[in-house]
């Protein structure tokens, strides 16, 4: 409950896609993030798709075929990196090569319902995740059972669960839903499978002690282009303040734009359940709550995620780390905050608080 860490792990669902078990024993943790679980000396080998460059424009649907065509291209590449990456020890070299895991991701989900006009809360959304995320594993499984024939499959595969039949994988699992924080900077599009976290936000303590402002270019494109643009409202929501509050915004918009901390624990889970369905690896995720959420609030999020068949869970109260990396405008609950001489802001309404220099 203090602020979610470590996260969860539920080991006997993550141990179900362990097809290795026999020769290697159980995996007993992930890497640092979640999303990778892994066996001693095995490595992250991530790349992660961009959505968000899949919408076509004219009529607003999904380019599947360039998505297939990515997908497939993606799986050869992150294959080709396992031999032609130099290890750091013989080790992890001889674990990574047995069962030559790779992890395809994906990011910009929330950037693609966004430009579809689709709620991420909504049932559709989660409707086009499972559509998405489904399709990826089928084309992800089909291009490592190519290479599994045109290079040969795993090592480890022979002494695997496999069907020896149907299921001659070069990678013995394919796809991993990483959080993509920086990458998705780079990219300019929405990390992982998270929703937009705010129309208008600082990322701190990053590139040795740096701040960064970021603005939502779809939210201010709309916003031009269904004329309820204004520099008053972008100040408004640079603030931390809500759209929701606003009388001037479609309810449609408001909709579409809900942001990360406005979205109900519940809601977070479901679209991490409909993306764990088909990934075959882990998913980072967080559960964004607010300061004052309780402890029930957080059991009942973690209860919903071992019903629903993730392979962990993570949340986050909000303002209860000292130093946030993601940061919504510069008020919380709605109150000023005290700005101390060491550079760290409180709020004496809810008790928020956060550091905003090392």
Known sequence: WANGEPGMIFLDRVNEDNHVMDTYGPMIATNPCGEQPLLGNESCNLGSINLAKFVTDGDKNIDWEGLKRVTQTAVRFLDDVIDANPYATPEIEEMTKATRKIGLGLMGFADLLIQLHIAYNSQVGRDIGQEIVSRVRMW???????????????????????????????????????????????????????????????????????????????????????????????????????LQERIDVPDWIKEIYITAPEIAPQDHVLMQAVFQEHV????????????????????????????TRCKGVTVYRNGSREKEVLVKGSQCCSQPLIITQEGCQSCKNCGWSACLVA
């Open 140 to 242: 992800a499984d089909e291009a490592s059972l190519d290479l599994g024939v045109t290079r040969g499959v795993f090592p480890a595969w022979h002494d695997s669960n496999y069907s020896k039949v149907t299921e001659a994988y070069r990678n013995s699992c394919r796809l991993t839903v990483a959080p993509t924080g920086t990458i998705s900077m780079i990219a300019d599009c929405s990390s992982g499978i998270e929703p937009t976290f705010a129309l208008a936000w600082t990322k701190q303590n990053i590139l040795e002690g740096e701040t960064l402002t970021y603005a939502n270019k779809y939210f201010e494109r709309d916003a031009k282009t269904y004329g309820f643009y204004s520099d008053e409202l972008m100040d408004y929501l640079a603030d931390g303040n809500s």
């Open 280 to 307: 075959d690896s882990g998913i980072s995720k967080t559960i964004n709550f607010p300061n004052t959420a309780s402890i029930e609030d957080v059991f009942d999020s973690y209860m919903l995620a071992w019903k």
